[in-house]
Nanobody, 121 residues
């Protein structure tokens, strides 16, 4: 069983910063990609940023230059540093990971429960 637990969301003023964390726990053999998605009310879930096993990163155009994704492999944790936040960044943020639970098992997708980020004055 694998769990992803997010933390770090909250209310912040425009221009402020937040740092999200997501820790994976349970039966983990290896983690391939880790990512952050977000979903605003009435909108589809969208990819915010991902980080692949060799530290290759990708960002949505809307967050490039403001958000930074990183991971600590020793802690099975992925972070999202969010700077210069805008009201349009308001959404529920979800952690995603592609994880093998054994040598012969395939990569499976896991999701966290999400954390709310609200950017408002």
């Amino acid at each position: 069983q694998v769990q992803l637990v997010e933390s770090g969301g909250g209310l912040v003023q425009p221009g402020g910063s937040l740092r999200l964390s997501c820790a994976a726990s349970g039966t983990i053999f290896s983690i391939n990609a880790m990512a952050w998605y977000r979903q605003a009310p009435g909108k589809q879930r969208e990819l915010v940023a991902n980080i692949i096993s060799h530290e290759r990163t990708n960002y949505a155009d809307s967050v490039k230059g403001r958000f930074t994704i990183s991971r600590d492999n020793s802690k099975n944790t992925v972070y999202l540093q969010m700077n210069s936040l805008k009201p349009e960044d308001t959404a529920f943020y979800y952690c995603h990971a592609r994880i093998k639970t054994g040598w012969t098992t395939p990569l499976n997708d896991y999701w966290g429960q999400g954390t709310q980020v609200t950017v408002s004055s």
